[in-house]
Nanobody, 125 residues
Framework: QVLLVESGGGLVQSGDSLRLSCTAS????????MGWFRQATGKEREFVAG????????EYADSVKSRFAISRDNRKNTVYLQMDSLRPEDTAVYFC??????????????????WGQGTQVTVSS
């Protein structure tokens, strides 16, 4: 069992930055690829970014590429999502997730085994 706890969400203005954190406990952190997903009101949960267990591979949704950066600190069991140039359309609940298949970064929700409770990001125009 892996427990994931997100933090760092909040209310910001368009163009601002936020950094989300997700801290894991319960299992060896490097056993997992980590991903960030988001879900806006009335929409499906969508992939945002992912990072393999030793940070060799990263993937981004086209909508956030060049604005968001995912990273992880395996000593701290934490994955980060640096979000710059935020837009109102980035408003959503952001979830981190863990995938036990470390050799890939999947964009599919069904591939992730554990999920955090989410943190709200609201971007005003």
């Amino acid at each position: 069992q892996v427990l994931l706890v997100e933090s760092g969400g909040g209310l910001v203005q368009s163009g601002d930055s936020l950094r989300l954190s997700c801290t894991a406990s319960g299992r060896t952190f490097t056993d997992y690829t980590m991903g960030w997903f988001r879900q806006a009101t009335g929409k499906e949960r969508e992939f945002v970014a992912g990072i393999s267990h030793l940070s060799a591979v990263t993937e981004y949704a086209d909508s956030v590429k060049s604005r968001f950066a995912i990273s992880r600190d395996n000593r701290k069991n934490t994955v980060y999502l640096q979000m710059d140039s935020l837009r109102p359309e980035d408003t959503a609940v952001y979830f981190c997730a863990a995938d036990s298949m470390t050799a890939r970064v999947s964009r599919l929700r069904r591939e992730y085994d554990y999920w955090g409770q989410g943190t709200q990001v609201t971007v005003s125009s």
